[in-house]
């Protein structure tokens, strides 16, 4: 991209272009900070507010979400600040409901994309479009019929013990169970499509030329198609894990007030006269963040891995 | 691998027995091979050769083991291996287009194979850097594939399939991908390996002069058929029926009708009255009509007043660098294609508008019996 200007004699009619191709990139730039950087700043500055009683917030700057967020000073404020564990729990078992639900989407969409890419070029669109079709109704309405199938008078436990596999129904509203099971059902395609999209690329020749040295088919699936997919893995997860990190549909509506996830602390902090918004927007910072320097670490990583590598 | 080989066949490194493969529905599907027997002996370099789509790439993935016969046999080293899967096959692929694995360096790929067969590290460190001198490659060790040029590539994957030692090595027109320079050094070095290596290399490929100038064997196909198999000098020189004069080489095909027969001799008759001794490629009739194959090499100009077997007129001479082709039209109306080698017969050139009378060295028509 810089090369443009490298050329002495080119520089005018380069930066006359340069000129002319930032224009035409504006729109992207207005999009981008409307959208996406306009959001986050005002979610950064209501974090340093003083909260409103009736929600809402004063304009005076104050630490006090932060304080909130991280330390507990007792019941009036005085004693001297501990380790407040109360919110930190509830965004390590985020952590854990998301990792585990980023595997179940893994371990269940990779062989179904693996499936759709290696089907016959006609019939493949037809498996894609199978898979969306349930994402054409409400997220709120499948999530609730989920919880209508998996409730004790729900038609499984119906079922179970109408052929007398069970005697009484099992639970399963309100367990960690049922969020997984949302939480699975809700970003599947995510991990779907990008893996699909990847595995069509694959050059099965190279699985051939494995078979061919001698590796039998594990072998062959985990030193050279797992490394030629894995952007398309990458991508599914990531796309899976930060939903999931901060859904809240799902935490609400099938895990019920034991299961409470991140997502359902912040829209609490948003959600009538009870809701504090400075605290609310803490929340979300300290997520960002949280989600920020992982990503950013594993960048580093991969950027030293592929310099090691040549 | 072939503790007993009483077996007849024991000699033969390969052995191919009436091998039909049809993709798709048995009735209607496509038939890429037809009933193709072929016995490959050790250490030989064997050649499949033929046209685009007669079946090569389907017959060689037949040996490899990544497609199943519809009917018939294989056989390595006298033992059937039909049920045997491709990484069970003692047998090693270099691919058309490589197929190096990207994400693994050079020596990596090279590796692949001994890891697998579970030689010692010590030993696999041992076969990689030999199989990369081999290629001349040694330097490029710790390269990833894509930092290579097409010809190192193509080497790197020659080093991968040869560093497991295989019994026997299966090219698909790994050449072909080349320049032509590269394509030239590398038929050369391609040659002495196999002979260095004592490899059964069966290479395929549909560019003649890459299988004239290195196999042991040819075996021309057609239409999921072979054609013939022998020697080059077998294929170039008595070729067994009009695909095979047609496709090796250049050569000219004059309709005839058989005039009497004599042992290892016919007298034909040319369409313009004139008569010519041909050798016979299989059983000739008197009485019936065939084809006599003649390469331009073969013919001589004279000028017109002098005896000759046929007059034409010269149409277009075309310089090929260390030879001139005239191009010579006949009086009804077909043209013969005549070679000259450019240093020594210069003087002897026609123009285009002479007219000419054309000879043939004795002994160098053959008919084609179909
Ligand atoms: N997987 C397949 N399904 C259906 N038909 C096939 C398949 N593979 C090959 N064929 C057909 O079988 C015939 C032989 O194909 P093959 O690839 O063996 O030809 P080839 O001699 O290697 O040709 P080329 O020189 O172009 O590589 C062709 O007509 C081809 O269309
Ligand atoms: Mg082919």
């Known amino acids: 991209m810089a090369g443009g200007v490298s050329s002495s004699g080119g520089h005018s009619v380069s930066s006359a272009y340069a000129a002319v191709r930032n224009w035409l990139l504006a729109p992207s730039w207005i999009t981008i900070a409307i959208f996406m950087l306009g959001p986050v700043l005002l979610m950064a500055v209501y974090s340093f507010l003083t909260k409103e009683f009736r929600g809402g917030v004063l304009w005076e700057f104050s630490l006090a979400s932060y304080d909130q967020f991280f330390f507990d000073r007792g019941l009036f404020g005085d004693e001297p600040p501990k380790l407040h564990w109360t919110y930190l729990a509830i965004y390590l078992r985020s952590f854990i409901q998301a990792s585990v639900a980023t595997l179940l989407c893994l371990a269940i969409g990779f062989p179904t994309a693996y499936f759709i890419a290696t089907r016959p070029a006609s019939t493949r669109m037809v498996w894609l479009f199978l898979i969306t079709i349930p994402y054409w109704v409400n997220l709120l309405i499948r999530t609730v019929s989920m919880k209508f199938l998996i409730r004790d008078t729900g038609p499984i436990n119906e079922w179970l013990i109408s052929f007398g596999l069970l005697e009484a129904p099992i639970k399963m509203v309100n367990t960690d169970f049922a969020v997984q099971l949302g939480l699975f059902y809700s970003y599947l395609p995510f991990m779907v499509l990008p893996i699909y999209a990847a595995v069509e690329r694959y050059d099965f020749a190279l699985s051939e030329a494995a078979a061919d040295l001698y590796a039998d088919r594990w072998t062959t699936l985990w030193l050279v198609l797992l490394p030629a997919v894995r952007p398309g893995i990458i991508a599914g997860c990531i796309l899976v894990f930060v939903p999931s990190l901060g859904a809240f549909l799902a935490p609400d509506l099938l895990g019920g007030a034991k299961n409470f996830m991140i997502g359902s602390l912040i829209e609490e902090q948003f959600k009538g006269a009870a809701g504090n918004w400075p605290f609310g927007a803490a929340c979300a910072m300290v997520l960002l963040t949280m989600v920020l320097v992982a990503v950013f670490l594993y960048a580093r990583q991969q950027a030293a891995n592929a310099r090691g590598g040549g | ?370």
């Not at chain 2, 519809?70 to 197929?99: C, H, M, W």
């Not at chain 2, 030999?130 to 097409?150: I, M, N, T, W, Y």
């Not at chain 2, 590269?182 to 549909?206: C, D, N, P, Y």
Request: net charge negative; aromatic share 4%.
């Open chain 2, 1 to 370: 691998m072939n503790a007993e080989t009483g077996n007849p066949s024991a000699a033969a490194a390969v052995e191919v027995r009436e091998v039909e493969k049809v993709f798709g529905p048995p009735t209607t599907g496509a038939r890429a091979l037809a009933g193709v027997s072929l016995n490959i002996l050790d250490n030989e370099f064997f050649t499949l050769l033929g046209p685009s789509g007669c079946g090569k790439t389907t017959l060689l993935r037949i040996i490899a083991g990544f497609e199943t016969v519809t009917s018939g046999r294989v056989f390595l080293f006298g033992d059937e291996i039909e049920d045997l899967p491709p990484n069970k096959r003692p047998v090693n692929t270099v691919f058309q287009q490589y197929a190096l694995f990207p994400h693994m360096s050079v020596a990596e790929n090279v590796a692949f194979g001994l890891h697998r067969l579970r030689h010692p590290k010590a030993e696999v460190a041992k076969r990689v850097d030999e199989a990369l001198d081999l290629v001349q490659l040694g330097e490029f060790a710790a390269r990833r594939p894509s930092q290579l040029s097409g010809g190192q590539q193509q080497r790197v994957a020659l080093a991968r399939a040869l560093a497991p030692r295989p019994k026997v090595l299966l090219l698909d027109e790994p050449l072909s991908a080349l320049d032509l320079k590269l394509r030239q050094a590398m038929r050369v070095e391609l040659k002495s390996l196999q002979e260095e290596t004592g490899i059964t290399f069966i290479f395929v490929t549909h560019d003649q002069e890459e299988a004239l100038t290195m196999s042991d064997r040819i075996a021309v196909m057609s239409r999921g058929e072979v054609q013939q198999i022998g020697t080059a000098h077998d294929i170039y020189d008595r070729p067994r029926n009009r695909f095979v004069a047609d496709f090796i080489g250049e050569t000219n095909l004059l309709d005839v009708t058989v005039e009497n027969v004599d042992d290892g001799s016919v007298a034909c008759r040319l369409q313009d009255g004139g008569l010519l001794q041909a050798t016979p490629s299989g059983e000739a009739a008197a009485g019936t009509a065939g084809h006599v194959s003649i390469r331009p090499e073969q013919l001589v100009l004279v000028p017109p007043q002098e005896p000759a077997l046929m007059q034409g007129v010269v149409d277009r001479l075309i310089y090929l660098g260390t030879d001139n082709q005239h191009l010579v039209q006949l009086a009804d109306g077909s043209e013969i294609r005549v070679r000259t080698q450019a240093a020594q017969q210069a003087e002897k050139d026609f123009a285009p508008g002479d007219k000419v009378g054309i000879r043939v060295n004795p002994g160098t028509a053959r008919l084609l019996v179909d």
